[in-house]
């Protein structure tokens, strides 16, 4: 089984910035694709971003585009979330999210995807 556990959530004001990131424990050898999502209390969860293996395809959400940035580091298992420009409506719980069965492709659904972290909280607030 793979574990991925995320890193970097905290409180912050409105415009300022968080890395977040992702690390993959397990089968770490294997290939995957990686997406980040959050949920707010009472809200879907909701795509964020997403990368391939090989960091070639991103895919970032309307309502980040320009302020957040996805990115990976295999050699170190990680994936990280670059946030900008922080708005009140960002605050949410943040997952990080891979998938094994493609290296190629983004996914940004969330049923596609087979493995989740536990989630960090990010709060954008005065």
């Known amino acids: 089984q793979v574990q991925l556990v995320e890193f970097g959530g905290g409180l912050v004001q409105p415009g300022g910035s968080l890395r977040l990131s992702c690390t993959v424990s397990?089968?770490?050898?294997?290939?995957?694709?990686t997406g980040w999502f959050r949920q707010a209390p009472g809200k879907e969860r909701e795509f964020v971003a997403a990368i391939n293996w090989s960091g070639a395809r991103t895919q970032h959400a309307d309502s980040v585009k320009g302020r957040f940035t996805i990115s990976r580091d295999n050699a170190k298992n990680t994936v990280y979330l670059q946030m900008d420009s922080l708005k009140p409506e960002d605050t949410a719980v943040y997952y990080c999210?891979?998938?094994?069965?493609?290296?190629?492709?983004?996914?940004?659904?969330?049923?596609?995807?087979?493995?989740w972290g536990q989630g960090t909280q990010v709060t954008v607030s005065s």
């Open positions: 999210a891979a998938d094994r069965r493609s290296i190629v492709e983004v996914i940004t659904s969330a049923s596609r995807y087979t493995y």
């Open positions: 397990g089968r770490t050898s294997s290939k995957y694709t």
